[in-house]
């Protein structure tokens, strides 16, 4: 039996808890807050509601931490009535899941578009599994992207694959050398102006709204429960060249049961590389 745990039954928490519902690719989905009332209103909802979808997964609510135990993956969302986890409070919800051992063998996705800084202090000082911790608001964002590249060359979103690296919204590149669009080159179909125009407004669209992030948490996991071929971008901690650890940014990932499974190398130009090494120091 495949269990997901939601840290957090707010705006974004709620969204990831209905875009799993809805999907039915998990088994039980648990909302954890400490209003109680708020989660286990919101699990009511979505399981009156499973049957009109389709959708057989269970949803539960709980005001115990504890409950994330045994869930194959763990998102980090936002407390009912406030902004997403961060800070010190943030940090010690993350430092507690470890003490409870919740952490041992889950996926912790860490779904808010702030939470790359909460990820680096829990590798730094809590020497977490840079393998088991993944933040996915750069995938919500890379799905605005699409959107706005099909509007641009009038085809349907699913035609176009790209990926977005870096720390967004300043220090962020779209490798548009091997997007495309229906198998064919990007760079074929719009034109330079086109493509700038379209990083821009991107970087004013920083950061992505709950229901995107709720979202897009979702994917992830389950991505973690029954895994994907497919490439997400993902915060993520990569190992330098000289084998030491660079911070968390943006970069393209597939997911499995045991977190992330491999990172692919993008083709960079040489403007893209110059922002990328900024990035990495």
Request: net charge neutral.
């Given at each position: ?22 999907r ?18 919101k699990?009511?909802d ?33 407390p ?22 919740c ?90 102006a ?8 991107l ?46 940014c ?32």
């Amino acid at each position: 039996m495949s269990l997901v745990a939601i840290v957090g039954a707010g705006e974004m928490g709620g969204a990831a808890a209905r875009a799993l519902a809805l999907r039915a690719r998990v088994d039980v989905i648990r909302l954890i807050d400490e209003k109680d009332s708020v989660a286990a209103g919101k699990a009511l909802d979505l399981t009156q509601s499973g049957p009109v979808r389709g959708s057989d997964a269970r949803v539960e609510a709980s005001a115990d931490l504890a409950a994330a135990a045994g869930a194959s993956a763990i998102v980090l969302a936002d407390p009912a009535g406030s902004s997403e986890w961060s800070g010190e409070r943030g940090f010690a919800a993350i430092r507690r899941l470890l003490k409870l051992g919740c952490l041992e063998d889950a996926v912790l996705i860490c779904a808010g578009a702030g939470q790359r800084a909460l990820m680096q202090q829990g590798f730094d000082e809590l020497h977490l599994s840079r393998r088991r911790v993944m933040g996915s608001a750069p995938e919500a964002l890379t799905a605005t992207a699409r959107a706005l590249v099909a509007i641009e060359a009038r085809v349907a979103s699913n035609q176009v694959a790209l990926t977005i690296i870096g720390n967004p919204p300043d220090k962020m590149v779209i490798p548009w050398a091997e997007a495309s669009i229906g198998g064919h080159s990007i760079a074929s179909m719009l034109t330079a102006a086109q493509l700038h125009r379209l990083e821009t407004r991107l970087r004013g669209l920083w950061p992505p709204r709950p229901s995107a992030l709720g979202t897009a948490a979702a994917l992830f996991c389950e991505a973690a429960v029954t895994g994907s071929r497919r490439l997400f971008s993902a915060f993520v901690a990569l190992d330098r060249d000289n084998g030491t650890n660079a911070p968390v940014c943006a970069w393209p990932i597939s997911i499995g049961p045991t977190g992330l499974e491999r990172i692919t190398a993008p083709v960079l130009t040489g403007r893209d590389r110059v922002i990328v090494d900024e990035v990495l120091e």
